[in-house]
């Protein structure tokens, strides 16, 4: 149960192409966005679809997947643990951020098929 600690699993599509960054050690990081969907029917048997978005971030090999691979509307699988950070805003604010670092993904649907 350790591993259980801190871990994300989540099913969506891209909301963005992936935003690379190569940083001065060669190292690349990934950050997009996902959207995740949950389909029910309410009291009245009403369809309701609520969106839910994530912000990641990739690191190392599986940025480099992501890069090569993902891109705006692409159905992924993925696997990572939260972070939270905080840093200072335009105004010297302190702002809040909590991501998904992604430790693995899997490309799901047909046009990924030739990935």
């Given amino acids: ?3 259980l600690k801190n871990k994300v699993q989540l099913i969506g599509n891209l909301g963005i192409n992936p935003e690379v960054k190569t940083l001065e050690n ?3 990081m990934v950050r997009f966005s996902m ?3 949950e389909t029910y029917r309410n009291t009245k048997g009403e369809k309701i ?3 839910q978005w994530h912000n990641l971030v990739a690191w190392g090999k599986v940025a480099e997947i992501a890069e090569k691979f993902l891109q705006k509307g692409s159905e992924v699988a993925l696997e990572g643990k939260l972070i939270n950070r905080s840093y200072a805003g335009k105004q ?3 702002k809040y951020i909590t991501e998904i670092q992604v430790n ?3 490309l799901l649907g047909k046009d990924n098929a030739k990935a």
């Fill in 26 to 28: 060669g190292k690349k």
């Fill in 1 to 3: 149960m350790y591993a």
């Fill in 49 to 51: 679809v609520e969106t």
């Fill in 35 to 37: 959207a995740t969907n």
């Fill in 92 to 94: 010297g604010n302190k």
């Fill in 104 to 106: 693995g993904l899997l």
